[in-house]
């Protein structure tokens, strides 16, 4: 089956320190992998995507590639701020079909000042 | 352009009552999707809608109906309510079926007692 496995947290850094959240995946196909972040109160927002193999997705200093020899899509940024504290969903979904989203369990990111 | 707009943002329900939530997807958008989102896990596909027609359904059982209708707007029906159903719900929308750009509104929370 298809399926997402996301680091558990609750993550807590300090301001400016380097952010890593390990995502993994199972996909009986080539699925495309994403992030999205969930602020307090609101929806899912796409943080960044990957379509294909070594694709590197970026956004607001996020990066993330696609690592299909490890099944892989880590999310790292280099220094984060206070206003990046949210919630962090992996995810994957098939092109083909794009009917239907996979997603993780979530990593809550608090950063404090 | 408004995004994609939910109601009721919260409510409580009693085991074995029925519930209808309502979805009005982004401008320009046919295609709404359905997702539960249990506390402290990643949103779980319930259903897509196209052309006013369930295109394709996750894990989840008959209690679980939609609708869509001409103007693209969806419902989410979900009958015999058990305490298990309590959750946040969200609705994406898309440009079409097959797109991977779903747009999520802040869903819907709720509260079955």
């Known amino acids: 089956g298809n399926s997402v496995t996301q680091m558990e947290g609750p993550v807590t850094l300090s301001e400016e320190a380097f952010l890593t959240i390990n995502c993994t995946y199972t996909?009986?196909?080539?699925?495309?992998l994403f992030w999205y972040v969930q602020y307090p109160g609101e929806g899912l927002q796409l943080l960044l995507k990957?379509?294909?193999?070594?694709d590197k997705g970026s956004n607001k200093g996020f990066e993330a590639t696609y690592r299909k020899e490890t099944t892989s899509f880590h999310l790292e940024k280099g220094s984060v701020q206070v206003s990046d504290s949210a919630v962090y969903f992996c995810a994957l979904i098939f092109l083909n079909t794009g009917n239907q989203f996979y997603f993780g369990t979530g990593t809550s990111l608090t950063v404090i000042p | 352009d408004a995004g994609v707009t939910q109601s009721p943002t919260h409510l409580i329900k009693t085991r074995g009552q029925q519930v209808t939530l309502r979805c009005s997807p982004k401008s320009g958008h046919d295609t709404v999707s359905w997702y539960q989102q249990a506390l402290g896990q990643g949103p779980q596909f319930i259903f897509q809608y196209y052309e006013e027609e369930e295109r394709q359904r996750g894990n989840f059982p008959d209690r679980f109906s939609g609708h869509q209708y001409p103007n693209y707007s969806s419902e989410l029906n979900v009958n015999a309510l058990l305490l298990g159903d309590s959750a946040l719900y969200l609705c994406?929308?898309?440009?079409?079926?097959?797109?991977?750009?779903?747009?999520f509104g802040p869903g819907t929370r709720l509260t079955v007692t």
């Open positions: 996909a009986t196909g080539y699925p495309s």
């Open positions: 994406a929308s898309s440009l079409v079926p097959g797109s991977y750009e779903q747009y």
């Open positions: 990957a379509t294909k193999a070594d």
